[in-house]
């Protein structure tokens, strides 16, 4: 157990987080030890789970904000193919993290849990990057040490829906899971019909009233999921842009991240704003989903507001007879941006659409000037999270 965060909550509710990030595999294709291709199934090292790991980390001790539960601890497991088994904080000393192994995780789960049934109104935020194999809607967290027993590969991973259900008799009432794993189908699993899988903790009744759980995994099942060398996984880039915002509404007068528009973001990151190379390489899904506030933010978030000009496709200019847009906000110029349409810190022209990001909770509008002189304008919309498109047809902006 490392506790990165430790914050006495003096008997108040609190945010308690579990995160870990496991890249290195010794047991498995490329480790330190001898792997077994039959056990590994292609499975190798990871360099992106414990960059995930501590981006998550990152934004928890820097933004974290639940004025109904401040965050209180934080518990990191880490294992680093690169040797880097350490965390530093910003502004901080570098810090010895312990080794994401079976025996470590399971402490850590124990002792998580109990942090977490201190009292109703705690928040349980458990975060996972690493390998995972799938056996139906069955998932299995590989633990660092997955293959030491080829005999009982499975003891050396985490059933992460027994530990979900484990957790239903938790006394936090609002628990947030999210899971980047691959979720494709393990043949060693479907095929070894005893193969036993851990919840680490039992299942106890009675379950906890008004018990919220909201989970999201990186992929649907059966699916690979997709890190990026030295980098956060593309899941885990997302999830950060839609706490950061992403996923906010102002339903109560104030701008909270919230599960349900959480997932939107997440599925609109993975699609509508992903990159040409990044876009249905997987959707992220949701398990359970409860609706609840977690994060405040301190003002409303910036978010992206479009114009798409009807007839252009993904990775064409700008239409010739366009000369200007621009942007009004509640009635007000905001933004003129002219041909040539050199990108700027306010507009830029985006695979086939103007992108300019503006503060959500203000009505905008588009305007465009063609070369002929006419210009033309979109009636006035809110902007809330995750985006909003204006589409562009040739007769007239909609």
Same mark, same amino acid.
């Given at each position: 157990?490392?506790?990165?965060?430790?914050?006495?909550?003096?008997?108040?509710?609190?945010?308690?987080?579990?995160?870990?990030?496991?890249?290195?595999?010794?047991?498995?294709?490329?480790?330190?030890?001898?792997?077994?291709?039959?056990?590994?199934?292609?499975?190798?090292?990871?360099?992106?789970?414990?960059?995930?790991?501590?981006?998550?980390?990152?934004?928890?001790?820097?933004?974290?904000?639940?004025?109904?539960?401040?965050?209180? *601890? =934080?518990? +990191?497991?880490? %294992?680093?193919?690169?040797?880097?088994? !350490?965390?530093? &904080?910003?502004? @901080?000393?570098?810090?010895?993290?312990?080794?994401?192994?079976?025996?470590?995780?399971?402490?850590?789960?124990?002792?998580?849990?109990?942090?977490?049934?201190?009292?109703?109104?705690?928040?349980?935020?458990?975060?996972?990057?690493?390998?995972?194999?799938?056996?139906?809607?069955?998932?299995?967290?590989?633990?660092?040490?997955?293959?030491?027993?080829?005999?009982?590969?499975?003891?050396?991973?985490?059933?992460?829906?027994?530990?979900?259900?484990?957790?239903?008799?938790?006394?936090?009432?609002?628990?947030?899971?999210?899971?980047?794993?691959?979720?494709?189908?393990?043949?060693?699993?479907?095929?070894?019909?005893?193969?036993?899988?851990?919840?680490?903790?039992?299942?106890?009744?009675?379950? *906890? =009233?008004? +018990?919220?759980? %909201?989970?999201?995994?990186?992929?649907? !099942?059966?699916? &690979?999921?997709? @890190?990026?060398?030295?980098?956060?996984?593309?899941?885990?880039?997302?999830?950060?842009?839609?706490?950061?915002?992403?996923?906010?509404?102002?339903?109560?007068?104030?701008?909270?991240?919230?599960?349900?528009?959480?997932?939107?973001?997440?599925?609109?990151?993975?699609?509508?704003?992903?990159?040409?190379?990044?876009?249905?390489?997987?959707?992220?899904?949701?398990?359970?989903?409860?609706?609840?506030?977690f994060h405040r933010l301190n003002g409303p978030p910036v978010v992206p507001l479009y114009l798409h000009p009807s007839w252009t496709e993904?990775?064409?200019?700008?239409?010739?007879?366009?000369?200007?847009?621009?942007?009004?906000?509640?009635?007000?110029?905001?933004?003129?941006?002219?041909?040539?349409?050199?990108?700027?810190?306010?507009?830029?022209?985006?695979?086939?659409?103007?992108? !300019?990001?503006? &503060?959500?909770?203000?009505?905008?509008?588009?305007?465009?000037?063609?070369?002929?002189?006419?210009?033309?304008?979109?009636?006035?919309?809110?902007?809330?999270?995750?985006?909003?498109?204006?589409?562009?047809?040739?007769?007239?902006?909609?």
């Amino acid at each position: 157990m490392t506790l990165i965060c430790e914050r006495d909550p003096g008997g108040a509710p609190a945010t308690h987080a579990l995160v870990v990030g496991v890249g290195e595999y010794p047991w498995l294709i490329g480790g330190t030890e001898q792997a077994n291709a039959a056990l590994a199934e292609g499975m190798g090292q990871l360099s992106s789970p414990p960059a995930s790991a501590r981006a998550i980390t990152d934004w928890l001790l820097g933004s974290h904000a639940d004025p109904t539960a401040p965050l209180a *601890t =934080i518990d +990191l497991l880490l %294992s680093a193919a690169d040797g880097e088994q !350490s965390y530093r &904080p910003e502004g @901080g000393d570098t810090v010895a993290v312990d080794m994401a192994e079976k025996e470590a995780l399971v402490a850590a789960i124990r002792a998580w849990r109990t942090r977490c049934d201190s009292h109703p109104g705690n928040v349980a935020l458990f975060f996972f990057c690493g390998h995972g194999v799938g056996r139906g809607f069955d998932l299995a967290l590989l633990a660092r040490d997955f293959g030491a027993e080829p005999e009982q590969p499975f003891d050396h991973s985490i059933w992460f829906e027994g530990m979900k259900e484990a957790m239903r008799s938790c006394a936090a009432t609002r628990q947030l899971y999210f899971v980047d794993a691959c979720r494709v189908h393990s043949r060693n699993l479907m095929e070894d019909y005893a193969a036993r899988l851990d919840s680490v903790m039992r299942v106890r009744t009675p379950f *906890t =009233i008004g +018990l919220r759980q %909201s989970t999201y995994y990186a992929t649907t !099942s059966g699916a &690979p999921a997709f @890190g990026r060398p030295g980098r956060p996984s593309l899941f885990t880039e997302n999830l950060i842009k839609g706490l950061r915002g992403l996923g906010a509404n102002d339903a109560r007068g104030e701008w909270w991240i919230e599960t349900t528009g959480l997932q939107r973001a997440l599925t609109g990151l993975a699609d509508e704003f992903a990159s040409e190379d990044d876009r249905g390489l997987q959707a992220p899904t949701s398990g359970e989903q409860v609706s609840f506030d977690f994060h405040r933010l301190n003002g409303p978030p910036v978010v992206p507001l479009y114009l798409h000009p009807s007839w252009t496709e993904e990775g064409e200019a700008p239409p010739e007879d366009l000369t200007e847009v621009g942007v009004d906000a509640e009635g007000v110029p905001v933004l003129r941006w002219p041909k040539p349409w050199d990108d700027t810190a306010d507009c830029a022209w985006r695979g086939d659409r103007f992108r !300019s990001d503006r &503060p959500a909770g203000t009505r905008y509008s588009w305007s465009v000037r063609f070369a002929d002189g006419r210009g033309m304008s979109s009636a006035p919309l809110t902007l809330n999270p995750p985006f909003r498109i204006v589409e562009f047809p040739r007769d007239g902006i909609a």
